[in-house]
C-alpha cells in the first residue's frame, strides 16, 4: 500500500499539469472556433467588407493600423481549416494525456509528448512559413522544457519507487 507521501505530487510537477490543462482546454477552445470561421472571415476579406469594417478604427488610429490588421486577416484566412482540425485533435490527446499524468500513469507522458511534436509538425506545414519571424524556436524550446519537465518528474518518481522497500517481500 502506498503512502500519502508516495502519492503525492510535487508542487512543480502539480503547476506544469495545471498550465498545460489550461492551455490544452484554452486551445481546444481556440481550433474550433477557428475551424469554423476561417472559411467565413476569409469570405469577408474577399467581399471587402471587413476592411470596411475598419473604418471607425483607421479614423482613430490612421493608415497604417488598417494595413497591418489587412495583412494579418489575409495572412490568418489563407491558412488551410485542416490546421485547425488537426490542432483541435492534438490538443485533444494533449489533454488525454495530461489528465493520464495527473494520475502518475506514464502514458499519459507519452501521449502529451507525440501530441506535442505532432503540433509543432502541423504547425511546421500549415503555420509558420506564413508568420515572419516565424514562432518555431519559441514554440519548439517551450515543448521541449515542458517534455523534460515530464520526464524528469517521473523519473524521479521511479527512482524514488525503486528505494522504497517493497511491503509484500517482508
Not at 510537477?13 to 498545460?20: A, D, E, G, N
Not at 490527446?93 to 495530461?98: A, N, Q, R, W, Y
Not at 512559413?129 to 521541449?144: A, E, G, M
Request: proline residues 5%; contains cysteine.
Amino acid at each position: 500500500m502506498e503512502t500519502t507521501e508516495q502519492k503525492k505530487r510535487p508542487t512543480g510537477m502539480t503547476i506544469f499539469l495545471v498550465l498545460s490543462f489550461i492551455n490544452a482546454c484554452w486551445n481546444i477552445l481556440s481550433s474550433l472556433l477557428m475551424y469554423f470561421s476561417t472559411p467565413m472571415m476569409a469570405k469577408l476579406v474577399e467581399n471587402g467588407e471587413f476592411e470596411n469594417a475598419l473604418e471607425p478604427f483607421v479614423a482613430t488610429f490612421g493608415e497604417e493600423m488598417r494595413q497591418a490588421m489587412m495583412e494579418n486577416m489575409t495572412r490568418l484566412t489563407s491558412i488551410d481549416p485542416r490546421y485547425y482540425l488537426f490542432m483541435l485533435v492534438l490538443f485533444i490527446g494533449s489533454l488525454i494525456g495530461v489528465l493520464k499524468m495527473f494520475k502518475w500513469d506514464k502514458r499519459g507522458f507519452h501521449l502529451y509528448s507525440i501530441s506535442q511534436i505532432l503540433m509543432l509538425i502541423n504547425a511546421s506545414v500549415y503555420f509558420y512559413p506564413l508568420q515572419h519571424p516565424s514562432p518555431f524556436t519559441y514554440d519548439l524550446l517551450l515543448t521541449v522544457m515542458f517534455i523534460l519537465m515530464y520526464y524528469l518528474y517521473f523519473k524521479r518518481k521511479e527512482q524514488f519507487e525503486n528505494m522504497q522497500p517493497n511491503d509484500n517481500q517482508a
